[in-house]
C-alpha cells in the first residue's frame, strides 16, 4: 500500500490544525497525495480515507468530481484546455485540434514519451482571456495556433 513521506505526513499535520475535522481536510490532503504521487491512484486513495479516517467510496467521490485531482499519471506537460462557452465561443475547439495534430495524440492521451498530456476542462475562471489552457500551474491565454506552436517549441 502507499505510504505518505515523512514531508508529506508533516504538511497534512499542519493541515489538519486549521480544519475542525479530519474529513474537511480532504481536498488540501488530496493535494498533498497529488503532490507526492504524481496522481491519485485507488491505492492513494485508500491512503487518504485511511489517514482521514473516512471511507474509501467519499474520497472516491471526491476525486473524480474534480478534474484538478488526477486519476491516471500525467505527462511532464499536462495542458488543459477549457472548452467552456466562453472559451468555446473563442475557438477552443480548434486550439485543441491544433494541438492534438502537433502533438500526435488525442484529448486524454499522454505522448509515448510521457512529455505531454492533453485534457479537456471545464471554466478556469479566466474567460476575459478566452481561448486559453492551462499548462501545469500555469495559464496561457489570448490563444492563437501561432501561440500554441511557440509554446510548444519552447517546451520541446
Ligand atoms: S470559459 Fe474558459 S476560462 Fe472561463
Known sequence: MAEF??????????????????QAALLPVLWVAQEQFGWISEGVMDLVAQTLDI?????????TFYTMY????????????????PCALMGAESI????????GIKEGETTPDGQFTL????????????PMLRLN??????????KIDQLLAALK
Not at 11 to 17: D, Q, R, T, W
Open 5 to 22: 513521506s515523512e514531508i508529506s505526513k508533516k504538511e497534512i499535520e499542519e493541515i489538519l490544525n486549521h480544519y475542525p475535522t479530519k
Open 55 to 63: 471511507s474509501p467510496a467519499h474520497v472516491y467521490g471526491v476525486v
Open 70 to 85: 488526477y486519476r491516471k499519471p500525467v505527462g511532464r506537460c499536462h495542458i488543459q484546455v477549457c472548452r467552456t462557452l
Open 96 to 103: 485543441l485540434e491544433h494541438l492534438e495534430k502537433k502533438l
Open 119 to 130: 485534457s479537456t476542462v471545464e471554466c478556469l475562471a479566466s474567460c476575459g482571456t478566452a
Open 137 to 146: 500551474e500555469e495559464y496561457r491565454e489570448n490563444l492563437t495556433p501561432e
